[in-house]
């Protein structure tokens, strides 16, 4: 059995996660009303359908997994690759290398 | 009517960046992106039970054309808050879940479910966990002790032989191991089967996506196994961000959206199972 973190931080997980994309107004969304209604039914059936109740729990982390990563996946993407291909100047940059200049400035040999 | 339609071309599985004309000089995501059109979304239950996604007030259709469904309410409020969470532009490329409800509903390459139980288990020849090195040391090691519990887990949970090679060939797998995972995959619905192969393809393997899907793996664990080499040279050369991290944050999305619609889409049997019971 996969090492899965409690069924309470996963879901304090996803209505975080649901909070930073949807904004000040997430507790209206579907998504919000949907998880912690599943949170509580879930609590209540307690271990009548323990398999079910495992179940769920691993939906839950993969959700969670999903939303974390996608986020996490748009930031890097928009700092690095949003802008498309970067000039060789700003490429050098990035790994801290700058590219040779001409001695007497650009154009000197004329 | 017709003006009641959305309809996206570019919302198959695997997006290719396009150039875009007017910019030529860049190679850019933007051209799969698309200008956000509407406010509001939100579901409802149509005919047979199925539900809809409403943008605004038009259905969402699939780039086929078709109306699109899908079998539970979980489903679709996760496809949904896909929609709701986009700013002012759709990027398609990070909503896994409604790019595999669109390949499940137009079939795209018009597979039957044999073919696709047939393309998945081709990938049990080259498993990852099954291809290992024979240097450097510490990295034979490492997969040593990282993949041999899985492949043994597997082996005794289907009572099959696989077994491991550091031969270019590969091991050589048995005839009846693979009629074993064909006789299980025949038990997956459409739907589930276009997610496992999904995920089989993303984490290369069958072993991993089946361990994933059996609830023996977490995401992270799977993707992390299946990229197992990788860390072991980002452990001796160091991380870049934009390439490594980038990289292992698309895999576990699109991994943990696999994993999740396998499940979800393979509920609804349950769930109407409970429901008769009670």
């Not at chain 1, 179940?55 to 839950?60: G, I, M, N, Q, V």
Request: glycine share 6%; charged share 25%; net charge positive.
């Amino acid at each position: 059995m996969a090492a899965l973190s409690s069924p309470l931080r996963v879901c304090r997980g996803i209505l975080k996660e649901i909070r930073l994309s949807q904004g000040p107004n997430y507790r209206q969304s579907l998504a919000y009303n949907y998880v912690m209604d599943q949170y509580r039914k879930n609590k209540v059936t307690g271990e009548r359908y323990c398999r079910a109740q495992q179940e769920a729990h691993h939906a839950s982390q993969a959700y969670l997994c999903l939303l974390t990563s996608t986020r996490n996946h748009m930031v890097l993407h928009n700092l690095y690759h949003a802008k498309g291909e970067r000039s060789p100047e700003q490429a050098a940059g990035m790994v801290g290398l700058r590219l040779p200049t001409q001695p007497g400035g650009k154009g000197w040999e004329k | 009517m017709f003006r009641n339609i959305v309809r996206f071309q570019s919302l198959y599985g695997h997006m290719i960046c396009k150039v875009c004309p007017k910019k030529e000089l860049f190679y850019s995501t933007a051209a799969a992106e698309r200008k956000k059109f509407y406010q509001d979304v939100s579901i409802s239950q149509g005919e047979g039970g199925l539900f809809e996604i409403n943008l605004d007030r038009r259905k969402l259709k699939t780039p086929g054309g078709k109306l699109f469904t899908v079998p539970n309410e979980a489903l679709a409020i996760a496809v949904a808050t896909e929609w709701d969470v986009q700013k002012e532009t759709l990027k398609f490329y990070t909503m896994h879940l409604s790019t595999l409800c669109n390949t499940a509903l137009d079939n795209p390459t018009q597979r039957n479910k044999d073919q696709m139980i047939s393309a998945a288990l081709k990938y049990l020849e080259t498993d990852t966990v099954c291809y290992r090195v024979d240097e450097p040391y510490g990295l034979v090691e490492l997969q040593n002790n990282e993949w041999d519990p899985v492949l043994h887990w597997i082996e005794n949970r289907y009572n099959v032989t696989i077994g491991s090679s550091s031969n270019i060939l590969g091991p050589e797998i048995p005839e009846a191991t693979k009629d074993t995972f064909r006789q299980h995959l025949k038990s997956y619905n459409f739907w589930s089967l276009t997610g496992l192969e999904f995920v089989i393809t993303q984490l290369k393997s069958v072993v991993l996506a089946l361990g994933m899907i059996d609830r023996h793996l977490g995401v992270e664990q799977a993707v992390l196994l299946s990229r197992l080499e990788e860390e072991y040279q980002i452990r001796c050369w160091g991380n870049v961000e934009w390439a490594h991290d980038y990289d292992i944050y698309e895999l576990r999305a699109r991994t943990a959206a696999g994993a999740l619609f396998v499940q979800l889409s393979s509920e609804s049997s349950t769930v109407k199972h409970k429901l008769m019971q009670d």
